[in-house]
């Protein structure tokens, strides 16, 4: 269990700030593309993104995606926005984060892993020694592929809840 719990929950990835993150000393976001930065059908970035990854860049802290997916499909859907990425993550296992943490020169205990799968992203992020923020999906509808994943998450989760009963999705980090 313990690999699956995330430091955070929150709403969504704009539920993140720069003052939450300067607290916990955070100055890296890796994080995940599909369903948590960009909803999986629909490519076009959003204005809300394209802002919140303005103030990051204006709060010095870098934002890097780490994908399961593809070059192509990767290198496309952040061309406009111009930040980072590993594709090809392999998550669940920690070697695409860790290889981010090694091209980026970065520091674990100042990093984060955010992304929408408790299975994939959140447990890469503790196998690779960094801390996990788990966002709500954008969009509720799923792509067939995740819909196994998606339904052991569903038993997991309730687990969770049954032995965290406070446990809320948060609109700001503690
Ligand atoms: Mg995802």
Do not use: C
Not at 20 to 40: E, P, S, Y
């Amino acid at each position: 269990m313990a690999f699956f719990k995330p430091d955070w929950l929150l709403t969504s990835i704009y539920a993140l700030q720069p003052i939450d993150l300067k607290r916990h000393q955070i100055n890296t976001i890796l994080t995940d593309l599909d369903n948590t930065l960009i909803a999986w059908h629909e490519p076009q970035s959003s204005q809300q993104l394209r802002q919140w990854l303005d103030l990051m860049a204006q709060s010095q802290i870098q934002v890097i995606v780490v994908s399961n997916n593809n070059q192509r499909r990767v290198a496309r859907a952040v061309a406009d926005l111009q930040i980072p990425f590993i594709h090809g993550a392999k998550k669940p296992l920690p070697f695409g984060i860790k290889q981010a943490l090694k091209k980026f020169h970065l520091n674990p205990d100042q990093t984060i892993m955010v992304g929408d799968q408790l299975l994939t992203d959140i447990q890469a992020g503790h196998l690779a020694g960094v801390r996990t923020v788990m966002v709500k999906p954008l969009v509720e509808t799923d792509s067939r592929i995740t819909h196994f994943s998606r339904f052991m998450e569903g038993i997991i989760m309730k687990q969770y809840y049954r032995k965290n009963p406070n446990l809320q999705w948060q609109e700001k980090m503690n």
